[in-house]
């Protein structure tokens, strides 16, 4: 007689199931699909979506990143394990009383990794997308972050111009013509808008970079995530207005961050 358990079994026939779909990580994906709790035939129901494609963070709802549980929702970017370094490197400038703006904000995972790794700081998050801003409210109020809809800079309230000590943003940075090339997890069912960064992939960070130096406070620092063939371009970019740029990069992710600061007095 077999001591296999039914759960050991069910876990065993997703796993199978979701190899042969092609999902590199299936043994993990049966696991988390199986934690949902659901009856039996409503996780087989999401196992034969997670086969057609669908990404597994819209099936069970949230994501790991930075250690916390950030809830995603289909019409939401996903975040990606890689942008863990771009909060590391806000991290490492940011002081309990900073003002905080984490713009095109998606699901506000970066807004809640720094908050959650700077106790006391003030956090707005900004995206255009309204199911994105409801999404990052629910994210980030723990730490009474707000979660503004809106273009940019524009959604902020305006007595924050000047005062910003850190922004950070995430913003879609492939090129148009490379949206075909992406996986069709995130091609088929990420919001385009989060992607598609126009004819270069560097259209909507240049219109923050000439928004950005009026919202810093002296002394502010900025961070954005791009490939690694765009760097030379986004240093271009904050140097054109007035940022002393530089470069860091996490190998073991093939993450690239390009930081601006503003000079303490500039």
């Known amino acids: 007689m077999s001591s296999r358990s039914s759960t050991d079994h069910s876990h065993a026939q997703l796993t199978a199931e979701l190899r042969a779909a092609g999902c590199v990580f299936a043994e993990d994906e049966a696991r988390l699909l199986l934690a949902t709790g659901l009856p039996a035939d409503d996780v087989a129901a999401l196992v034969r979506r997670r086969c057609a494609g669908e990404p597994l963070e819209y099936l069970i709802g949230w994501v790991d990143f930075c250690g916390l549980r950030i809830a995603v929702e289909p019409g939401v970017f996903i975040p990606r394990q890689r942008t863990q370094f771009l909060v590391s490197q806000a991290l490492s400038n940011t002081r309990s009383g900073s003002i905080v703006v984490d713009l095109c ?28 801003v409801g999404c990052a409210r629910r994210n980030v109020s723990r730490w009474n972050g707000r979660a503004c ?44 808008t989060a992607l598609d960064g126009g004819s270069d992939g560097l259209e909507i960070l240049r219109r923050v970079a000439a928004e950005l130096p009026p919202w810093l406070a002296s002394g502010g620092w900025f961070g954005t995530e791009c490939s690694r063939g765009q760097v030379s371009d986004v240093v271009d970019i904050l140097t054109a207005v007035g940022m002393q740029a530089s470069t860091a990069s996490d190998g073991a992710d093939a993450t690239t961050v390009v930081v601006g600061a503003r000079k303490a007095g500039g």
């Open 105 to 132: 904000c998606g699901s506000g995972a970066i807004g809640a990794g720094i908050a959650a790794g700077v106790p006391g700081i003030e956090l707005y998050c900004t995206d255009s997308n309204p199911i994105a």
């Open 149 to 192: 809809a809106g273009d940019l800079f524009n959604a902020l309230p305006g007595e924050l111009r000047g005062r910003i000590d850190i922004v950070t943003a995430n913003v879609p940075y492939v090129p148009t013509a490379a949206i075909a090339l992406l996986p069709a997890e995130a091609r088929d069912h990420e919001p385009r």
